[in-house]
């Protein structure tokens, strides 16, 4: 049933995201939580806790991640 809601979602042109590793975006993210990580980049998605659907303007709902800080 997951499968065919996602494929569902697909097809209407909200196909899902991992931004795992993306720079942070306000557009595209909700930050939940920050975290130090002394070999990340600052500002980039170390962990998505919600998957977000859709791009750009067409965006069903943001993605809730966790937000890697230099430490």
């Known amino acids: 049933v997951r499968d065919q809601a996602l494929d569902v979602l ?7 995201r991992d931004d795992r590793g993306a720079r942070f975006d306000p557009a595209r993210h909700e930050a939940v939580a920050s975290r130090p990580d002394p070999e990340a980049e600052a500002d980039v998605v170390a962990e998505v806790v919600r998957p977000a659907y859709g791009e750009g303007d067409h965006q069903l709902r943001a993605a809730q991640v966790v937000v890697a800080r230099p430490g």
């Open 10 to 16: 697909a097809r209407l042109g909200f196909p899902r």
